[in-house]
Each structure stands twice: as C-alpha cells, then as structure tokens.
C-alpha cells in the first residue's frame, strides 16, 4: 500500500474512482501504533450482513434521534418569542444549542476516542431524557422562562456534540469500508429528512397547540433511539487505553488539529464551514421572527417552510452517488455554497413564501451533499484512532461558527433589520466560491 501525498484534485479523482481504496497519509509528527490501543475487534464488522443490519441501525438511530432535534430546534426559539419580542434575545436562545461546539468539542472528541463511543451515545440519550424532563416540569408549573430556556438549550447542546462525534467516529467499527458512502448518504439523508423536515413540521405543528406536546415528542425520540443502538452487531467495544507516555488531553487535542492542518483536503473542508454555518445559524435565528413579523404566518406554516431544507435534504440523499459518479465530487460539494447563498439571501431581497421555501429547499439539496462526500472523505483519509479528536477540530469550525452567526445575525436585525443580516450573510457566502473555483482551473 503506497504513501499518498495530498494534491487536492488526484485525491478527489481516486476517491472518486476508487471509493474502496485505502489512504495512508504521511504526516510525520503524528504516529500511531497499534499497541497503543486495545481493542476486540475483529474487524469493521465481522461478516457483511453485520456490516448491512449496521448500516441500517446507525440510519434508523440517525432518524429517531433527530426528529427530537428538529422539534426542539423549532420550539425552543418559537417558545421563547413568547417570552420576549428582542431578536437579540430569541438569537441568543438558538445560539444556546450550538455554543456547546464552541467551548467543549475539542475535549468531547479526546473523550471519544478514549472510551466506548457506543456507551458515550447512550450516555447522550439518558442525559437528554432527564433535560427535557426538567423543561417539561418546568413548563407545566408555570417556571419557564428565558433563563430555563437558556440552560436547557446549552445542555441539550453539550449532548449534542458528544452524540454526534460519537455517531461520526462510530461509522467505521460498524460498517465495512466499501459499504460507507452509503451508509453517510443514508445516515446524513435521515439527519436531513429528520431535522429540517419531520422534525421541524411537528414542531410546529405541537407548539401551536402547546409547549408540553413538543417537549414530549423529544422525550420519546430520545428514549427510542437509546433502544435502538441495542441492535448494533458484529462488533466488539474499541477500547482505547492511554499511551505508556501518559499523553495528556492537550497534547491529544492538538495531535487531532495537527492533522487536520497538514491535510490540503481536510483543510480546504474545514476552511470553507465558518461562513456557510454561520450563514445556517442566522437562517434559524432571525426566521422565527422574520416569519411572525414580516411574513405574517402562523407557527405551524413557519414549520413547514422550514420543512423544505427537509425535502432538499431527501433529493440530496438519493442524488448523492449518481451525481458523484457523473460530475465529481468537487462540482457537487460547490452546490453547498450557492445552496447557502440562496438560503440567506432570497429572504433579504423577498418575503413571497414559495420563494423563500424555494431557497431553503436548494439549501437542503446543497448541504446533504456536502455532509455526504465530507464525512466519506474523512472516513477515507483518517485513522479510527484518531476519527473523534479529527472530527472534534472539524467541527468546531463549524458548529462553533454557529454561536457567532447567530449573535452577529441578532445583533445586525436590531441595528438594522432582519433584511439586512440576511444580506450580509449572503454577500459573505459569495466569497467562498472564488478559492472553490480556482481548484476547477485543471478538468477532473
């Protein structure tokens, strides 16, 4: 197996010609031997009908988990314009769910590849289950205010990272490597499916009737989805034991960003997330009120718009392979960005529904296949051992842009407008397609 040093168009073209080559990177201040694991595992997954019914739980655990997300996301900005009218303060609330990326995702991804990543998701789903407990206790004895609001939206948010790094890193112990395009095309398509569109949908559709409907709804969601990681087969726990050289946190966090900055592949990803989550974030912070303000539309209308990120998000799950195999992945993950320019911007020029509906549905189709191809990619060119602390550095530069989208966006709205945030974060997103242009001087 030779050593592939990393020019960004002949990576792309074997990985897209080859999706079941192994990678071997040659970046030498980072080493690992297998002695420093322990592990019982006999492989990716011990037969491939393991690897098949792994395929199917991991998806099925992806749906379930992220519908309780997608109602969640709604309903906590929806419940807290209840609360107050300021686009700061309803900003901070979605911001609360996101900002867990920004202050522990480097230290959840070490964590990760130290302990079971199963037990940790499971972990995630009990922690979950007592959180809405809490908000739904809260709701029914008349104590939910911002301030509840605001803890439960950060605690959710630390589960959250834990669950999705843990879910990310997962992938390649429980399914075989020929086998993971599709699983991360079926996993991101029901992330997709789940969070923008049923999610979102039910969400608003309970939180017009009540608060308690929707808290409800995550509860079981996340209940499900423990039950679910049960049915995982064919693998054994991976149980990482420290180094004889007691390798300390820090030093682990900083092996994780060493190598995804000596990457030219995993580095051009990485650069080019800031902007278009951050541009994602204002989208959810600013629409809840740009819909009951400028739109005039009612809770459960603003949660079927929502929904077409959601059908956009289905169009990109199927489309993903065939448009691999006929454009290439470039091309394809460059629809991300004029998907993310469409999504903030028509808002900023329109309030027509079916075109703002229209935006947010090319905004769906562009970033599952972007999470598709990303998570592909990194699965291909990143050890096992390493996969949480890579996919912790990853993403927070993406999810921890999130925060920061979601106070400037409210910021901007109470300086400005909602209009004129929107705009911005559009004109930002503009300037992602000059360095993703340059790679296409020389034809795949």
Known sequence: ????????????????????????????????????????????????????????????????????????????PVIATTLTQSPMLVSLVA??????????ALHVGVLVDRADRRRLLWAASIVRLGILTGLTLATLYGQLGLGVLLVGGLSLGMTDVLAQLSASALVPDAVDEGDREQ???????????????????????????????????????????GLVLCLLAGIASLNPRRPASQTSAHQQIAEGITYLWQNQVLRLMALTLPIMSASWAAWFALMPLYASQVMAIDASTYGFMVSALGVGGIMGAMLARPLN???????????????????????????????????????????????????????QLVPSPLLGRYSSAARLLQWG??????????????????????????ALSCLLIVP???????RE
């Not at 960004?8 to 079941?20: G, R, W």
């Not at 409800?216 to 499900?224: E, F, K």
């Not at 999130?402 to 974060?425: D, K, R, T, V, Y």
Request: some cysteine; aromatic content about 8%; proline content about 3%.
């Open 1 to 76: 197996m030779g050593v592939v040093h990393f020019d960004l168009d002949h990576v792309l073209i074997a990985l897209k010609t080859n999706n079941a080559m192994s990678v071997e990177v040659d970046i030498t201040p980072i080493t690992f031997k297998k002695a420093d694991y322990k592990t019982t595992m006999k492989g990716p997954a011990s037969s491939q009908s393991d690897s098949s019914r792994n395929t199917y739980v991991l998806t099925l655990f992806t749906a379930i988990t992220n519908i309780g997300d997608g109602v969640l996301k709604v309903a906590l």
């Open 95 to 104: 911001m609360s769910m996101t900002l867990p990326w920004l202050l522990a």
């Open 183 to 225: 699983t991360n095309a079926w996993m991101t398509g029901a992330e997709t499916v789940c969070n923008e569109f049923v999610g979102p949908l039910i969400g608003g559709a309970l939180i017009a009737i009540g608060t308690i409907y929707a808290l409800t709804v995550g509860l079981g969601s996340y209940a499900g989805a």
């Open 325 to 379: 195999r006929l454009l290439g992945r470039k091309p394809v993950m460059l629809l991300d960005i004029v998907g993310t320019i469409l999504l903030v911007g028509v808002p900023s020029i329109s309030s027509q529904l079916w075109l703002i509906a229209l935006g947010a549905f090319l905004g769906g189709l562009g970033g599952t296949l972007w999470a598709v191809n990303s998570r592909t990619i990194s699965q």
């Open 401 to 426: 842009a999130m925060p920061l989208g979601s106070l400037l966006a409210g910021g901007l709205a109470e300086s400005f407008s909602i209009q004129f945030a929107l705009g911005i974060f559009a």
């Open 436 to 442: 993703f242009w340059k790679l296409f001087r020389h």
